[in-house]
């Protein structure tokens, strides 16, 4: 079993800033990779960004340049930093972690979303 923790969500004024955190626990051999995704109402869960064990970083073209996603490897954790928000980044955040658990098998894991609201 892995659980995904996240935090920092909240409210924010157009042009503000917000970090959101997601700590993994439980039956982890090894993280592969963790990312962020979205849900605004209405529409379908999205890729935000996403980093691999090498570090390497993906992000969708509408926060390029505005998120970044980072990664503590000791803390199992996985960061978002996003600055210069829009109303159109108001969405259910949530975390997702690929794991490799103790018994050599591959999960995928999500957190429980956080909301992030931004007011025009």
């Known amino acids: 079993q892995v659980q995904l923790v996240e935090s920092g969500g909240g409210l924010v004024q157009a042009g503000g800033s917000l970090r959101l955190s997601c700590a993994a626990s439980g039956s982890i051999f090894s993280i592969n990779g963790m990312g962020w995704y979205r849900q605004a109402p209405g529409k379908r869960r999205e890729l935000v960004a996403e980093?691999?064990?090498?570090?390497?970083?993906n992000y969708a073209d509408s926060v390029k340049g505005r998120f970044t996603i980072s990664r503590d490897n000791t803390k199992k954790t996985v960061y978002l930093q996003m600055n210069s928000l829009k109303p159109e980044d108001t969405a259910v955040y949530y975390c997702n972690a690929d794991c490799t658990g103790w018994d050599m098998r591959r999960h995928t894991n999500w957190g429980q979303g956080t909301q992030v609201t931004v007011s025009s």
């Open positions: 980093i691999i064990s090498g570090g390497s970083a």
